[in-house]
Antibody
Framework: QFQLVQSGAEVKKPGASVKVSCQAS????????ISWLRQAPGQGLEWMGW????????KYPREFQGRVTMTTDTSTSTAYMELRSLRSDDTAVYYC????????????????WGQGTLVTVS | SNELTQPPSVSVSPGQTARITCSGD??????AYWYQQKSGQAPVLVIS???KRPSGIPERFSGSSSGTVATLTITGAQVEDEADYYC???????????FGGGTKLTVL
């Protein structure tokens, strides 16, 4: 059974950074990529980017370029997402999702989601 | 920003057929994926690669795609199908994930 377990809720001040972890189990971490998404209160889902579990390549949408960094630790099958220069509108639930597609290109095919991590910026 | 367009809401009575559309240029070259999200829960994949139903998803859920429009159909919608539904795809130029704004399905 595939599983992604995320780190706990965070409260941060504006201007600070937050780093959320996502530990994978039940599959070979390097065979897939991980996407990060977020959902602000009452809003839809927003894709923040993707990282390859195979070679660490990343893809970030323009909206997050320069403010987000995604990394992996293959020894512990863990992916990390760091968001810097936090603003109040970064308050959201952050999700990691296992990408079923090629390990070297993102797809929109996510078969497993983490439980979500609430980040509050206040 | 959203690059796929969905209607904000769809409402049907129990037992009726609900259809949710998703339109965008990406869909002419890439697959559509549909996710169901119930309040306070993580999203669940209900349709992959335009029309494939993952194991465990009821048969009443089906998907289709033609040109730049993908459609999620729930035949005989149940009260428990009330949720937000999101379509996703990838941009053909940079493989970035693009998504719709979500459709709130009401079954009552």
């Amino acid at each position: 059974q595939f599983q992604l377990v995320q780190s706990g809720a965070e409260v941060k001040k504006p201007g600070a950074s937050v780093k959320v972890s996502c530990q994978a189990s039940g599959y070979t971490f390097t065979n897939n990529g991980i996407s990060w998404l977020r959902q602000a209160p009452g809003q839809g889902l927003e894709w923040m980017g993707w990282i390859s579990g195979y070679n660490g390549d990343t893809k970030y949408p323009r909206e997050f370029q320069g403010r987000v960094t995604m990394t992996t630790d293959t020894s512990t099958s863990t992916a990390y997402m760091e968001l810097r220069s936090l603003r109040s509108d970064d308050t959201a639930v952050y999700y990691c999702a296992k990408d079923v597609g090629s390990p070297v290109l993102p797809s929109a095919h996510f078969d497993t989601w983490g439980q979500g991590t609430l980040v509050t910026v206040s | 920003s959203n690059e796929l367009t969905q209607p904000p809401s769809v409402s049907v009575s129990p037992g009726q057929t609900a259809r949710i559309t998703c339109s965008g240029d990406a869909l002419s070259k890439k697959y559509a994926y549909w996710y169901q999200q119930k309040s306070g829960q993580a999203p669940v994949l209900v349709i992959s690669e335009d029309d494939k139903r993952p194991s465990g998803i009821p048969e009443r859920f089906s998907g289709s795609s033609s040109g730049t429009v993908a459609t999620l159909t729930i035949t005989g919608a149940q009260v428990e199908d009330e949720a937000d539904y999101y379509c996703y795809s990838t941009d053909s130029s940079d493989n970035h994930v693009v998504f719709g704004g979500g459709t709130k399905l009401t079954v009552l």
